[in-house]
């Protein structure tokens, strides 16, 4: 496995695998790896010749700078983690790297982007698109593979390849969970260790919502959730059930064939987000 700073090294290593017919999986992260992360760079090496992964922590996607300060890193221990499976190239750019100038470049979604956290993390989606954009560009990958953990990060990508004509299959796989059913996440870390135990709450809220559809309207079911965790140690910024596809707000069951449950609620100074299909 090889570890590389710079993007021309990052070209030139890629290059050489497609001039010998080599087909590239990638896998972009801001590392402090878990079991979520390793899971894609699994799918991204079952269906790839070579897998490249990025780790970068990409400052302009950060709305909030204490969040960005106290993002965790440990580039280390994420290196021996991705050697263990089989990853052929890790790209750990600095920011400098990355943006040798500063972009201002603005990115348009649409109404994907004025929802949820396109509305709570102004110019959040700007941050990612840039920087997933020029990782494109440097690693040009057949397959890139993103988690539905970010739900709307997954459909803002699949409509940055569309509207950029960007040449790459864009592959979203499922959430992995601790046991008690906490989405898996570099800023879970952060939590402490009450917090740690409070925050199972989201899933199980999650899980509530899928079987009181049965029998609750979408409003309905939108007031429990958010009644219950005004009860808690969260505090919420939202909880909508949307169409999983355009991601507009739903309010009957009926309107759409694919509904999705999206969450984002403060414990602490710890934000943790999570979806569930409905
Ligand atoms: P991050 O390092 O948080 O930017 O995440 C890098 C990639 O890993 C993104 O595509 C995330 O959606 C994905 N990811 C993060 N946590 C999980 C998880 N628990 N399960 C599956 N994918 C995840």
Same mark, same amino acid.
């Given at each position: 496995?090889?570890?590389?700073?710079?993007?021309?090294?990052?070209?030139?290593?890629?290059?050489?695998? =497609?001039?010998?017919?080599?087909?590239?999986?990638?896998?972009? !992260?801001?590392? %402090?790896?878990?079991?979520?992360?390793?899971?894609? !760079?699994?799918?991204?090496?079952?269906?790839?010749?070579?897998?490249?992964?990025?780790?970068?922590?990409?400052?302009?996607?950060? #709305?909030?700078?204490?969040?960005?300060?106290?993002?965790?890193?440990?580039?280390?221990?994420?290196?021996?983690?991705?050697?263990?499976?089989?990853?052929?190239? +890790?790209?750990?750019?600095?920011?400098?790297?990355?943006?040798?100038?500063?972009?201002?470049?603005?990115?348009?979604?649409?109404?994907?982007?004025?929802?949820?956290?396109?509305?709570? =993390?102004?110019?959040?989606?700007?941050?990612?698109?840039?920087?997933?954009?020029?990782?494109?560009?440097?690693?040009?990958? /057949?397959?890139?593979?993103?988690?539905?953990?970010?739900?709307? /990060?997954?459909?803002?990508?699949?409509?940055?390849?569309? #509207?950029? #004509?960007?040449? +790459?299959?864009?592959?979203?796989?499922?959430?992995?969970?601790?046991?008690?059913?906490? %989405?898996? @996440?570099?800023?879970?870390?952060?939590?402490?260790?009450?917090?740690?135990?409070?925050?199972?709450?989201?899933? =199980?809220?999650? /899980?509530?919502?899928?079987?009181?559809?049965?029998?609750?309207?979408?409003?309905?079911?939108? /007031?429990?959730? @958010?009644?219950?965790?005004?009860?808690?140690?969260?505090?919420?910024?939202?909880?909508?059930?949307?169409? @999983?596809?355009?991601?507009?707000?739903?309010?009957?069951?009926? @309107?759409?064939?694919?509904?999705?449950?999206?969450?984002?609620?403060?414990?602490? #100074?710890?934000?943790?987000?999570?979806?569930?299909?409905?």
């Amino acid at each position: 496995m090889r570890v590389i700073e710079t993007a021309k090294g990052v070209e030139d290593a890629v290059t050489q695998y =497609r001039q010998d017919g080599k087909t590239i999986g990638f896998v972009p !992260t801001m590392g %402090a790896l878990h079991e979520g992360h390793l899971y894609l !760079t699994d799918c991204a090496r079952e269906e790839n010749d070579v897998v490249v992964v990025s780790i970068f922590v990409n400052p302009i996607q950060f #709305n909030d700078k204490k969040d960005l300060e106290k993002y965790p890193r440990d580039l280390e221990r994420d290196i021996k983690l991705l050697h263990e499976h089989d990853v052929a190239v +890790v790209f750990a750019p600095t920011v400098k790297e990355m943006y040798p100038e500063e972009s201002d470049r603005k990115y348009e979604f649409g109404e994907l982007e004025t929802v949820m956290e396109g509305k709570f =993390r102004p110019g959040h989606f700007n941050g990612v698109a840039t920087v997933v954009h020029r990782l494109f560009d440097i690693v040009k990958p /057949q397959k890139s593979y993103f988690g539905e953990k970010d739900f709307q /990060q997954l459909a803002i990508i699949k409509q940055l390849v569309k #509207n950029e #004509n960007i040449d +790459v299959d864009v592959v979203g796989c499922r959430i992995i969970r601790e046991a008690d059913g906490l %989405a898996m @996440s570099s800023r879970n870390q952060r939590l402490s260790s009450s917090e740690r135990k409070s925050s199972t709450l989201l899933y =199980r809220l999650l /899980q509530e919502a899928q079987s009181l559809k049965k029998n609750k309207t979408v409003e309905e079911v939108k /007031q429990y959730i @958010s009644e219950n965790i005004k009860q808690s140690d969260f505090e919420l910024d939202y909880f909508e059930i949307v169409d @999983s596809i355009t991601l507009q707000p739903v309010d009957e069951w009926d @309107s759409s064939t694919s509904i999705r449950g999206c969450i984002a609620a403060y414990l602490g #100074n710890v934000r943790l987000i999570d979806n569930i299909a409905l």
